[in-house]
């Protein structure tokens, strides 16, 4: 598509209950990225993928979030039990693949995660 | 923390007056973006501004870039009240391979354009 699609756009779970946000990114980009905004303001980076491949993960809390981009399928993040510092507006963007020197991403709308 | 941090942190302005953000930063970056971000929406890429340019131009908007002081500023000329929105400033480190992309954010400016 011409536009990256994230799903659901609201996403209500108790604490410790699983989320799973998915998310399509333009056709021909070859890098997804995973940004979450808490609050309104801060962008934490939490991982990107180059195709299927895993590029950075070094924003991921290792035990509780999980991430795939496999090919023919949108790519997912998963949050296991989650917790009330979980909420947060969950954010996909995509970028063509091509010089590190334009860098441009292109963001969906967000999913947003309520822990109760 | 984020590597980048905004001033002012909120803005409010008439219509036709102009906009002044800056942002300033830590760390050698390759390049810094700006992006808007309109309420309960995603970001929406403005203008990129590599790290050996000092100032670029698109429409109403002017950035310069100033390395020495890892600082830069976004100008929106003759605003209207359709620029009301948070604006981002997000650098890419001189990190090598993995640095494209990951885009480091600053805390924003919130902006508002009172018709």
């Known amino acids: 598509g011409e536009e990256v699609a994230q799903t659901p756009k609201h996403l209500v779970r108790g604490e410790g209950q699983k989320a799973k946000l998915y998310c399509a990114p333009i056709k021909g980009h070859s890098y997804v990225f995973w940004y979450q905004q808490v609050l309104k303001n801060e962008f934490k980076f939490l991982i990107s993928?180059?195709?299927?491949?895993?590029?950075?993960e070094t924003g991921m809390p290792k035990e509780r979030f999980s991430a795939k981009c496999l090919p023919n399928s949108p790519c997912s993040l998963e949050i296991q039990a989650t917790k009330l510092e979980d909420s947060a507006v969950y954010f996909c963007?995509?970028?063509?693949?091509?010089?590190?020197?334009?860098?441009?991403?292109?963001f969906g709308e967000g999913s947003r995660l309520t822990v109760l | 923390s984020q590597q980048g941090e905004e001033d002012p942190q909120a803005l409010s302005i008439q219509e036709g007056e102009n906009a002044t953000m800056n942002c300033s930063y830590k760390t050698s970056i390759n390049n810094l973006q700006w992006y808007r971000q309109n309420s309960g929406r995603g970001l929406v890429h403005l203008i990129l501004i590599r790290s050996n340019e000092r100032e670029k131009h698109s429409g109403r908007l002017r950035v310069t870039l100033d390395t020495s002081k890892k600082s830069s500023s976004l100008l929106i000329t003759a605003s209207r009240a359709a620029d009301t929105a948070s604006y981002f400033c997000?650098?890419?480190?001189?990190?090598?391979?993995?640095?494209?992309?990951?885009?480091?954010f600053g805390q924003g400016t919130i902006l508002t354009v009172h018709p």
């Open positions: 993928f180059q195709n299927e491949n895993v590029f950075d």
């Open positions: 997000a650098t890419v480190p001189n990190a090598g391979g993995t640095s494209y992309g990951k885009l480091t």
């Open positions: 963007a995509s970028s063509q693949q091509g010089s590190p020197l334009t860098g441009e991403l292109f």
